[in-house]
């Protein structure tokens, strides 16, 4: 039976992707570490869970739900922050309404798909753009610190929608799908 991997997240707009995507090379070139490179800038709202194609559907209706019910509200990126001793992070504002929608994801999730994984080792939710992890040495993350701890970074978007990724073996992709009925 065919599984795939998926998470929900908050993607920026393009122009915001690309800037941020280029601070994911300047970790790559800088500090050796291009995991953060296998996923588009994002805001994680559901940890990535495993589910089977034959009830794609189901997904794709609780996707579709989700939208329908979001009312458009700003998100703001303001310089960075760090999950020691790996992970460096464009840092996201407090923002009531960021808090409100990975609750109404969660629930979902929860109710309609029968998810319990949404929180990583039951931390609370801490909304952050990740640019380099995983693979960062604690050695280079102690160099990258230095260097992006007093850089100033900000950027402000409108969340229109929440987006499903699925995991292609390599990769993490934005899934494209019609308005599915069911």
């Keep these: 039976m065919s599984e795939s991997l998926y998470f929900i997240a908050v993607v920026p707009p393009g122009d915001i992707q690309e800037e941020i995507t280029q601070l994911k090379h300047e970790i790559a070139e800088k500090y050796g570490s291009s995991h953060a490179l296998k996923s588009p800038p994002h805001i994680t709202l559901h940890m990535p869970f495993k589910w089977k194609e034959k009830r ?93 701890e007093n850089r100033a970074l900000n950027y402000e978007f409108t969340v229109h929608r929440v987006e499903l990724l699925k995991h292609d073996g390599f990769r993490w992709n934005v899934v494209v799908f019609d308005r599915i009925e069911g």
């Design 56 to 148: 794609f559907n189901e997904l794709a209706n609780v996707m579709n739900k989700l939208n329908e019910d979001l009312t458009p509200f700003q998100v703001e990126l303001k310089g960075f922050d760090f999950f020691e001793p790996r992970v460096v992070f464009v840092d996201v504002a407090e923002n009531e309404k960021l808090n409100q929608l990975q609750k109404e994801v969660v629930n979902a999730c929860r109710k309609e798909l029968k998810l319990d994984n949404a929180n990583y080792k039951d931390r609370p939710f801490h909304p952050h753009v990740t640019i380099g992890f995983r693979d960062l040495k604690k050695q280079m993350f102690y160099a990258a610190r230095k260097e992006f």
